[in-house]
């Protein structure tokens, strides 16, 4: 006799616990719960990417620098494609890694201001609550063994503070008046550090958009995946503008002299 | 009510011989019970207006609202049962949401009004459940522009130019066909419609009330919020100066 109701006028399989042994809740179901949980993968590399973003904080706000690339592998695939974009009326977020998941946190980010706008309580996400959800979200994927292949930065100003901070794809988060993710933590971190630490507070805005320029072109001299097509963008309490792009000033002219590698034949 | 006592009354899953379900009746006479709600589509934009009736002095100015923000670009005001309301308020955010993530675009106000509509529909068709005791006025402007409708507590809806549910429908419905609605801006639409609040408010059955206005136009950047402050005291201000030359 089959004490479980749930098991009535059902097929019994007499291989699998035919004396109804397990609770009904740990019964071993003879069929796999999902087909294709063994085809599940997880992401295990970036496939689209944008390379380095940086920022620096200013006397009135932040400024973040991005290019305009999007690659697949070395090929410079993307040529378009818009890596900072505005959260909000304070904030804004600058990505590298894979732009495909850059997208879908971009969705995630619009879903939620519209939760917090339709609420019509009177108050606003600024830069701080968006970087803690970020911080949380990238950390709660890197614990499902599933990560959000990106480096991000997320700037602002909201009532007259200023905002910088850096999260990425194990859910790693640090503030510092300069900022730089990719390449450029390598390259540009120094000569921002050096150009912004301890003069924060004075800088303007043209003195930091020459410095985020100067950084932007030694990247562009540097780095192979990068583009001299790229976008600024500014928080300040005017709230968020991102530039058209732009184009960097760059001469190749010292490369005619460059000896012991190329077509020269001697 | 010659319904009552037939037992025809009982459920909404039940006709009665003649046809008609009398619980969303009953329905109806719980949105007439309630402060007006009215709603104008003008050249330009949506405004919602609402005659909030204030059943205690005890109670936060401002509480309770009845106008809700389902997206960026649609608001929705109802007449009826407060808690209602906010069941299909949170509704139509859940469905303005997943076509988001279903499309990657934001929804025009008709879908979201069609899905709505199925929603409160199937509110009239089980013995277990009660039919919303909500009339749901929603305005948007989409990609469409502006964008009117009404969904009943029997589930059908309908756009319109000007809409008005609650106590003072019928009124506040004569002042409305009085407009040429085509022709109005937002901003002259928040005046009438303030107006119009303040003509159907019936001064000596009912205390108190407060005016909720929101609006969306191209002032407001496609976007709904509640209308500022400024033209809101502007909108009252003559409200009340038409209420008295209009005693005259």
Redesign the interface.
């Known amino acids: 006799m089959d004490h479980f109701p749930l098991n009535w006028g059902r097929p019994r399989n007499d291989a699998i616990d035919s004396y109804a042994t397990f609770p009904i809740q740990q019964r071993p179901t003879h069929v796999p719960k999902d087909v294709f949980a063994a085809g599940i993968q997880h992401t295990q590399q970036p496939i689209v990417t944008g390379t380095s973003v940086l920022a620096i904080k200013f006397k009135d706000g932040v400024m973040m620098a991005a290019d305009n690339l999007a690659s697949y592998g070395s090929l410079a695939r993307f040529r378009d494609i818009q890596r900072l974009v505005p959260v909000g009326e304070h904030t804004v977020l600058g990505a590298g890694g894979d732009m495909s998941d850059f997208q879908y946190i971009q969705g995630i980010l619009d879903d939620l201001m519209i939760d917090e706008f339709a609420a019509g309580d009177g108050n606003t996400l600024g830069p701080a609550e968006v970087h803690n959800y970020l911080s949380e979200l990238m950390y709660a994927r890197r614990s499902k063994m599933n990560p959000l292949w990106n480096s991000l930065l997320v700037g602002g100003f909201k009532d007259g503070k200023r905002f910088l901070a850096y999260v990425d794809l194990l859910g790693t988060t640090y503030s510092a008046s300069t900022l730089a993710t990719g390449y450029g933590a390598h390259i540009a971190q120094p000569l921002l550090r050096s150009a912004v630490e301890g003069k924060e507070d004075t800088l303007t805005e043209d003195e930091a958009r020459k410095i985020i320029e100067q950084s932007m072109t030694v990247l562009f001299y540097r780095d192979a995946r990068s583009l001299d097509k790229y976008q600024i963008a500014t928080v300040t309490a005017k709230g968020v503008h991102i530039s058209d792009s732009r184009k960097l000033e760059t001469s190749w002219s010292f490369a005619e002299g460059i000896r012991g590698y190329g077509a020269q034949t001697q | 009510m010659t319904s009552i006592g037939t037992g025809y009354d009982l459920s909404a899953s039940t006709y009665s011989p003649d046809g008609r379900i009398f619980q969303v009746e009953y329905a109806n006479k719980a949105v007439e019970n309630s402060g007006t709600a009215i709603g104008l589509k003008v050249k330009d934009g949506v405004v919602l207006a609402v005659e909030k009736l204030v059943h205690s002095k005890l109670l936060v100015p401002g509480a309770n ?1 009845r106008i ?5 670009h649609i608001g929705l005001a109802t007449a009826g049962l407060p808690a209602d309301a906010r069941t299909v308020g949170n509704r139509a ?1 859940d469905e ?2 997943s076509h ?2 279903f499309y ?1 675009a934001p929804p025009t106000l008709k879908t979201i009004v069609d899905r709505i509509g199925q929603f409160v529909q199937v509110y009239t068709l089980y013995s277990s459940v009660r039919p919303f005791g909500i009339s749901t006025i929603m305005g948007a402007v989409d990609k469409d522009g502006p964008s009117l409708y009404v969904i009943e507590p029997s589930g059908v809806f309908y756009g319109y130019h000007g809409a008005a549910v609650g106590k003072g429908r019928q009124l506040a419905k004569t002042e409305l066909e009085k407009l040429k609605l085509s022709e109005l801006t937002a901003r002259e639409a928040v005046i009438e419609a303030a107006r119009i609040i303040y003509l159907v408010h019936e001064d000596a059955k009912e205390k108190q009330f407060e005016l909720e206005m929101s609006w969306i136009g191209s002032e407001t950047n496609g976007v709904h919020v ?1 209308v500022p402050q400024d033209l809101f005291d502007e909108a009252e201000s003559k409200a009340k100066e038409a209420l008295v030359s209009g005693f005259e």
């Open positions: 609202r809700q923000t389902v997206d960026r955010r303005a949401s988001r993530d990657r509640p």
